[in-house]
């Protein structure tokens, strides 16, 4: 499950910062804000990568429950699906669960960044954050696979960037409690919560800031260019 939210996660919040740069750099996105608030164009574009990870994760699911279906009446692939009988049944509801709110909460993100980048040519000089969260999150999930009850691999589970992989991968080891994993949860849908109210804030003043300076010297423009309005509107 962690390899198939790591790839997830390289995969869409890369088509999510290239689509918003491309459509940046080449100017649409003015027109497009002068027909839709940033605000919409940013909604529509979350519940369209939502719906394609969905329609994704269907499929797999599809096939997960077809290879059960067939595969309990052929002798080599029934003895397979035995070791999973242990498992309590709304862990499949909970591993969907992290699937998708992580996905998410690193959508989001990309989106943030995405909104920062100058042209879609820099787009891997920006992202570049996302990709090592997500690969540190990817190896905290193996090591969590060998020493599940680590301090280091306890606390990284209730860290919201690598949750998703980390309290994955612990739950599947059944080594975190019922508590464990809906605090870990929890946390994970308030972080979610709270990105997607900080992208809104500062997505439309990303648009409309063309910096070549990096992603740091340009998010810190940005939050000084947030922070300006703010005073503005009061």
């Known amino acids: 499950m962690t390899l198939i939210i790591f790839l997830f996660v390289i995969s869409y919040t890369n088509i999510v910062s290239s689509e918003i740069a491309t459509e940046k750099g080449t100017r649409i996105m003015e027109v497009i804000l002068s027909s839709v608030s940033a605000t919409t164009h940013l909604l529509a574009k979350l519940i369209a990568i939502i719906l394609m990870i969905l329609t994704q994760l269907g499929f797999y699911l599809l096939c997960i429950a077809l ?9 080599m692939l029934a003895g397979f699906l035995d070791q999973f009988n242990g498992f309590p049944s709304h862990y499949l509801f909970l591993n969907i669960a992290f699937i998708i ?3 998410l909460l690193y959508i989001i993100l990309a989106a943030l ?3 920062l980048v100058p042209n879609v040519e820099t787009v891997a000089q920006f992202i570049y954050p996302i990709t090592i969260l997500c690969m540190v999150g990817y190896w905290g999930s193996i090591a969590a696979a060998e020493i599940p009850d680590n301090l280091l691999v306890v606390i990284g ?3 919201p960037v690598f949750s998703p992989m980390m309290m994955l991968a612990r739950m599947d080891l059944l080594a975190a409690s019922n508590l464990d994993i809906w605090l870990s949860l929890g946390i994970l849908i308030v972080t979610i919560a709270l990105a997607l109210w900080l992208t809104i804030k500062l997505y439309r003043h990303n648009l409309l800031l063309y910096s070549q300076d ?6 810190r423009n940005s939050w000084k260019y947030a922070k300006m ?4 509107e009061r």
């Open 67 to 75: 290879f059960i279906g067939f595969g309990k009446d052929i002798p």
């Open 101 to 103: 709110f992580g996905l």
């Open 113 to 115: 960044i995405g909104s």
């Open 157 to 159: 589970s209730y860290i």
């Open 214 to 219: 990096g992603l740091w010297k340009t998010w």
């Open 229 to 232: 309005n703010t005073r503005k």
